[in-house]
């Protein structure tokens, strides 16, 4: 039965009642201001799921309106360089992830859930980040303010498909962005693979056609110099163009497995007898890890020759490890595909995960500060990307705006702001509000995409790692 206006409006009416009571102690009891100044929320409620999807910790509005501000005010100014991956490589800014807590084959079911829920909601309160329905002590100073770190996974079933994904496999293959390889291979997380579950690892440069052939090299010394007890950096690429259209390259796959079987053989890994069925000697096990759209799934199906995993350009598609069983050349193998996972890095830019494609663009409420990030980054390779970023603006802003962003980058004085550079791309598509101005929601999102799918050249220098 449909309500009369005076039932809703008085239903209105006690639920501002209720919202009233409860802030009525202390409306301000969660949000503290930093040193300089800038208001962050202290204590975050995250609703309790017991499905495996991707979770973050959603942003205030100050957070936003301020970016939103200061991406129509300050103009663009050359590279951040080395300041934003240095804290990939501190362990004081990559905070320790959750393992699986210790259990016994004698647990229950029951007690076994508890017990790495409650570890985690432990973890959990040290971000100061609460799930509804627990106790909160607003007395408490969290000791990792979760308004300092990127946005990471706060969903306990995501992180659980990580252990046993890490647990079952005798090697443990780390897929990461080519263009991106430190951002999404932290400290934490091979602290974590290499050294608290000691497991020997393999880290596969994924996309390595978005990059220059001459950077491999580079990145495989600088990330086996980083991280010693990596087995092997292998580049990759789990696509082909043919006529204009991307198609999976499965007999490169049946090559990298192949490889990847010929490095575990040559360190002596054997798999682990325990799992033995029916007589039958145990296979080893690879666990493909790592952060979402770093192109597991596509490896995967490459691996596997056809297409056996589902793919989508949407970040966190896959939700629940999957194992599969083949034979490359006489070798009898498993590989699992664990779902990509976004692991806590302190002072990390949250822009910078929006242009890796980590975080998914639907969820993204403003573009100035990621389309400034990406461009920023431009800049800092500015003699190498110059001709393919202008021409990319050109098709995308028109021929007067990128000729104008050319003369200021040459000069490197900016009076340029990303919103001039979002609007510019409105005003070209036609893409405008009912209002007459540009809609620069749309058009930044097409921007972004262009930076994610690597049509706009971006990527972070091995270099800037090194100093």
């Not at 449909?2 to 209105?12: D, G, H, P, V, Y």
């Not at 990298?256 to 010929?262: A, G, K, N, R």
């Not at 009912?434 to 706009?456: F, M, T, Y």
Request: aromatic share 10%.
């Amino acid at each position: 039965m449909r309500k009369s206006a005076k039932q809703r409006k008085a239903e209105l009416k006690q639920a501002r009642q209720k919202k009233q009571e409860l802030d009525t102690e202390d409306p301000y009891k969660d949000i503290r201001v930093t040193e300089t100044g800038q208001t962050v929320r202290r204590v975050h409620t995250i609703k309790a799921n017991e499905r495996a999807f991707m979770r973050f910790i959603p942003e205030e509005a100050f957070e936003v309106d301020a970016r939103k501000t200061e991406g129509t005010e300050v103009p663009f100014s050359p590279s951040p360089s080395s300041s934003i991956v240095r804290m990939y490589l501190d362990r004081e800014h990559t905070p320790a992830i959750p393992s699986r807590p210790n259990w016994s084959c004698d647990m229950t079911k029951e007690e076994l859930v508890k017990n790495e829920t409650d570890y985690f909601r432990r973890w959990l309160h040290q971000f100061g980040v609460y799930e509804e329905g627990q106790e909160i002590d607003y007395d408490a100073q969290p000791a990792l303010p979760a308004a300092e770190f990127n946005f990471f996974e706060t969903n306990l079933e995501v992180w659980r498909q990580l252990w046993r994904t890490v647990e079952r496999a005798d090697v443990v293959v780390i897929i990461v962005d080519a263009r991106f390889p430190i951002a999404q291979l932290p400290r934490n997380l091979y602290t974590y693979v290499c050294e608290d579950i000691n497991k020997p690892a393999i880290c596969i440069l994924n996309k390595a056609d978005l990059i220059e052939p001459k950077y491999f090299k580079e990145w495989v010394r600088v990330l086996k110099q980083l991280y010693p007890n990596l087995l092997e950096v292998i580049p990759f690429n789990a696509f082909d163009v043919v006529d204009g259209r991307k198609q999976a390259t499965y007999e490169d796959g049946e090559e990298l497995l192949h490889t990847i079987i010929e490095i575990a053989q040559s360190y002596h890994i054997q798999p682990n007898p325990l799992k033995k069925k029916d007589g039958e000697p145990a296979e080893l096990e690879f666990g493909f890890v790592g952060h979402p759209s770093v192109g597991k799934s596509s490896v995967m199906n490459s691996v596997l020759g056809s297409k056996k995993v589902s793919v989508k350009r949407t970040p966190g598609h896959t939700k629940h490890f999957q194992t599969h069983h083949i034979v490359n050349r006489g070798d009898k193998v498993v590989v699992c595909d664990c779902p990509g996972l976004v692991i806590p890095v302190h002072g990390m830019p949250r822009a910078l995960q929006v242009i890796t494609g980590v975080y998914p663009l639907g969820r993204v409420r403003e573009f100035y500060s990621s389309i400034r990030l990406a461009v920023e980054l431009v800049l800092g390779s500015w003699a190498e990307l110059r001709e393919g970023f202008l021409a990319n603006l050109t098709r995308l802003a028109g021929a007067e705006f990128s000729k104008l962003f050319a003369e200021q980058a040459d000069s490197g004085e900016f009076t340029i702001t990303p919103y001039d550079l979002i609007a510019a791309v409105a005003e070209q598509k036609g893409m405008m509000t009912k209002g007459g101005r540009p809609d620069v929601h749309r058009a930044g999102r097409i921007v972004l995409q262009e930076v994610v799918d690597g049509n706009i050249y971006v990527f972070i220098r091995p270099e800037w790692v090194a100093q």
